[in-house]
């Protein structure tokens, strides 16, 4: 018993020192910054304009110290006891998804009011507002903007949060440093031969077909909520950093929160999103490869072992086996 107190109040400490060593670093990398807009002049597709130019072309703020999308190195992300469970609420509403529109950019996603998230470490409550998608050309050539340990997924599902004190105005989130909060989902390719899987989502992309051009939009049926749409996801196991919007003008007022657990979609229904929408009218390129390369890494947080009932099991096993050992 006495090895296990030892070994418990020295994880504690070591926990607490940890903490304060995360929030200094916390401190340093939040940048205030202003401006902000739905900008253009910027693209996926051609190097006159694509994201190695962000930086000359938006240098508020593509050209700051904390940009995002990241390689999310697993080894390197430090605990942190704040990273406790997210409620979600109404992510079970049927009727979330209202207006999916082809920005030209993107396929976004918008959402009804009084869908919002809170808790999940975040420093208040945050509006849900939309989600759009970011993707390679097809299942074979991945697309998401995060990498973990350098893999990129097939895809990767943005939900747009801002803190509800803005009610939902994103120009004046943009110029707080936590104005808005980013859950990043990765897609990846279901094993086995299934097609149109999950039913929800290929629900979702038989909605492409009608926004093919540019600016077009088109009414979401209700039938679809948030939840179906991140089936097979353990919502409370996540990694957490501060940067950006990963698009110009790459705005650093970002918490973001990167799921661990990825979502399986049959290939047919990824393939849909590079084979349907193009970038501009219908004589234009289909809208392939539409994700920001990797910036300089910044420090990242994920659950603390110190504060789950796992780790105390763990413990209790551990002692229990160091006890034995002894023993002998
Ligand atoms: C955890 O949250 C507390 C209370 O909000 C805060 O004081 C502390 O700095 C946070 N710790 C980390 C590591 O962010
Ligand atoms: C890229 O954009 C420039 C400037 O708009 C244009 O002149 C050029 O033809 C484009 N290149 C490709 C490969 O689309
Ligand atoms: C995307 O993949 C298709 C089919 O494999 C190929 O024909 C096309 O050239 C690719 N597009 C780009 C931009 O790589
Ligand atoms: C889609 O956009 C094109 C080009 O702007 C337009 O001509 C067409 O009417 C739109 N289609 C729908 C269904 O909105
Ligand atoms: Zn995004």
Redesign the pocket.
């Known amino acids: 018993m006495t090895a296990v107190r030892s070994l418990h109040s020295e994880k504690k400490r070591s926990c607490v020192k940890m903490n304060w060593l995360l929030s200094l670093a916390a401190v340093c990398v939040l940048v205030p910054s202003v401006h902000c807009a739905s900008v253009t002049g910027w693209?996926y597709?051609?190097?006159?304009?694509s994201d190695t130019k962000w930086p000359t072309l938006f240098p508020s703020y593509c050209a700051g110290s904390r940009q995002s999308p990241i390689n999310i190195v697993s080894a390197s992300a430090t605990a942190d006891s704040n990273l406790t469970a997210f409620t979600f609420t109404n992510y079970n509403s049927d009727s979330a998804l209202t207006k999916i529109e082809n920005t030209g950019k993107t396929v976004k996603i918008a959402l009804a009011s009084g869908i919002t998230i809170s808790g999940g470490g975040l420093p208040d409550p945050y509006d849900s507002l939309q989600f759009h998608l970011h993707w390679g050309n097809g299942s074979s050539v991945p697309g998401s903007e995060h990498t973990v340990n350098s893999k990129r997924y097939a895809m990767e599902l943005h939900i747009v949060n801002s803190k509800a004190t803005y009610n939902g105005d994103t120009a004046l989130a943009v110029t707080d440093s936590t104005g808005l909060a980013a859950l990043g989902f990765f897609i990846e390719e279901m094993s086995g031969d299934a097609t149109g899987q999950p039913a929800k989502w290929n629900l979702l992309s038989s909605y492409l077909s009608k926004i093919v051009n540019s600016g077009n939009s088109t009414a979401v049926a209700s039938g679809i909520s948030l939840d179906d749409l991140l089936e097979g996801v353990d919502r409370t196991k996540y990694y957490r950093y501060l940067g950006s919007l990963t698009t110009p003008s790459c705005n650093e007022a970002v918490v973001w929160t990167v799921f661990k657990d990825t979502i399986k979609v049959s290939k047919d229904v990824i393939d849909k999103f590079s084979t349907t929408v193009r970038i501009a009218d219908d004589s234009s390129?289909l809208m392939v490869n539409v994700f920001r390369s990797v910036q300089p890494t910044q420090s990242v947080t994920t659950q603390s072992s110190c504060s789950t009932s796992g780790y105390s099991l763990g413990l209790l096993v551990l002692s229990l086996v160091l006890g034995g050992v002894r023993d002998i």
């Not at 597709?45 to 304009?49: A, F, I, K, L, P």
């Open positions: 693209c597709h051609n190097t006159s304009c390129e």
